[in-house]
């Protein structure tokens, strides 16, 4: 089902620098220029998407389970392939989020070195580190932003009700939290508890098991404490 085994990085690009055993990305040795990362960058976005759509040929997820309600493995899944592949992407998230801190620690760099520099070659300089930063953004892509919460239920009435959260829902961004920094869900509480009757954008994939597609919807939601029940959200999430 889906790719063969040996062929699961076909749709890669050569794989180029990886992290190490503590899981921080490793620069190449030597000078390292920020176009140096910021191709890097790319590249790992690239393999992200590829092994993505890996997963889409199985039609499962990072979270899709792999064994039968009496913990056997499911027949109809090519388990090894799933499994390699997940760990793949996993390596890759550890890749990408040390690249990003270098990228942003670079030009960051790069803007004290062009303040010292004579005037016209600092406007120069500086134009070309503006330009640099509009295309890098420090914000993770959106084609890699992973799930890494889901809806467990939510209470007729409440403020995540009114919002439109459903069950089953996976949280992908809350505010400005998303996988890399939500800290076992630690920050959403914070989030919440801090923006009390204000509004918090939260982009949500919502799975239709009858035609088996996949919806991605962005919801507003209002933290408060006067709608009747427990909380300020009134559902439960699970981190994934």
């Given at each position: ?9 076909t749709?890669?690009?050569?794989s ?9 990305y490793k ?12 191709s890097?960058?790319e ?30 493995p499911?027949?109809?899944l ?18 990408y ?30 134009s ?11 914000a ?13 239920s ?18 992908r ?6 996988w ?17 009757g ?14 088996d ?28």
């Amino acid at each position: 089902m889906g790719l063969r085994m040996d062929d699961i990085n076909t749709p890669t690009v050569p794989s180029g620098p990886t992290s190490t055993s503590n899981g921080i990305y490793k620069a190449p040795q030597g000078k390292v220029q920020l176009l140096d990362l910021i191709s890097e960058k790319e590249r790992v976005e690239s393999e992200l998407r590829a092994l993505s759509s890996v997963l889409d040929s199985h039609g499962v997820n990072m979270n899709t389970g792999l064994t039968t309600f009496d913990g056997f493995p499911r027949n109809d899944l090519d388990i090894a392939q799933i499994r390699t592949t997940r760990a793949r992407i996993i390596h890759l998230r550890n890749d990408y989020k040390g690249l990003m801190s270098q990228i942003e620690t670079g030009l960051h760099a790069h803007h004290a070195s062009a303040a010292q520099v004579t005037p016209t070659s600092a406007s120069a300089s500086l134009s070309q580190v503006s330009e640099l930063s509009r295309n890098t953004s420090t914000a993770v892509p959106e084609h890699i932003r992973v799930p890494f919460a889901k809806v467990n239920s939510v209470v007729t009435g409440s403020p995540a009700d009114e919002a439109g959260l459903k069950a089953g829902d996976e949280i992908r961004q809350f505010g400005d939290i998303n996988w890399m920094n939500h800290e076992k869900l630690a920050r959403v509480a914070e989030k919440v508890q801090r923006n009390q009757g204000r509004t918090i954008v939260v982009k949500v994939v919502r799975h239709s098991p009858a035609d088996d597609t996949r919806e991605e919807l962005q919801l507003q939601l209002v933290p408060r404490s006067d709608w009747g029940g427990r909380g300020l959200l009134g559902c439960h999430l699970l981190s994934v």
